[in-house]
T-cell receptor, first 117, second 116 residues
Framework: DTAVSQTPKYLVTQMGNDKSIKCEQN?????MYWYKQDSKKFLKIMFS???????INETVPNRFSPKSPDKAHLNLHINSLELGDSAVYFC????????????????FGDGTRLSIL | GESVGLHLPTLSVQEGDNSIINCAYS??????FIWYKQESGKGPQFIID?????DKRQGQRVTVLLNKTVKHLSLQIAATQPGDSAVYFC???????????????FGRGTSLIVHP
């Protein structure tokens, strides 16, 4: 069973289009994340949701809108795609640290490679 | 800006050798330091973490060393195998995210190449 699954794996589209990436986790985690990895492998957090509520919103254009219908899902919708949006987008989840005596690592999906033509 | 960086972008080793991947950090308030491994076409995978009040932690074939005096972190891999070839990221966790979550900041990554 895939713990964190995101679809699609590849997304090729034209500038100006609107697209969505879906993410689901079956680990029972309370927190989900979206990361962007650029061509130099730099991994930067975009958003984080805890129990369906937005807790982290880094400096991301408002063309990017996350949606969490329930705590097992965190989808990413992108409007008016630009060339600079080309990257690999990773979804991740983790357990809350509250009450835990040790670090609770992020579990990542295998990424969605977004290419803008 | 970035507060976590790496000394070497690429490390090539022979199978069976020990590998050492280094990382520098700048934020003294970080409470955990973490290493992730990313294989080609996959997402990062957790390897090991170390709390800021420790200086050494061992796992299976891996050891993480933390030197807070010089703000340096290293990952040692014993008897490196071809399957260890990947990009390795260090990350630091700075404080608490709202809701009690961990929010790590990742460094740029080191590519480890293991030659058979």
């Amino acid at each position: 069973d895939t713990a964190v699954s995101q679809t699609p794996k590849y997304l090729v589209t034209q500038m100006g289009n609107d697209k969505s990436i879906k993410c689901e986790q079956n680990l029972g985690h309370d927190t989900m994340y979206w990361y962007k990895q650029d061509s130099k492998k730099f991994l930067k957090i975009m958003f984080s949701y805890n129990n369906k509520e937005l807790i982290i919103n880094e400096t991301v254009p408002n063309r990017f809108s996350p949606k969490s219908p329930d705590k097992a899902h965190l989808n990413l919708h992108i409007n008016s795609l630009e060339l600079g949006d080309s990257a690999v987008y990773f979804c991740a989840s983790s357990q809350d640290r509250a009450g835990q005596g040790q670090y609770q690592p992020q579990h990542f999906g295998d990424g969605t490679r977004l290419s803008i033509l | 800006g970035e507060s976590v960086g790496l000394h070497l972008p690429t490390l090539s080793v022979q199978e069976g050798d020990n590998s050492i991947i280094n990382c520098a950090y700048s934020n003294s308030a970080s409470d955990y330091f973490i290493w992730y491994k990313q294989e080609s076409g996959k997402g990062p995978q957790f390897i090991i973490d170390i709390r800021s009040n420790m200086d050494k932690r061992q796992g299976q074939r891996v050891t993480v060393l933390l030197n807070k005096t010089v703000k340096h972190l290293s990952l040692q891999i014993a008897a490196t195998q071809p399957g260890d070839s990947a990009v390795y990221f260090c990350a630091e966790n700075i404080g608490l995210g709202s809701g009690g979550s961990y929010i790590p900041t990742f460094g740029r990554g080191t590519s480890l190449i293991v030659h058979p």
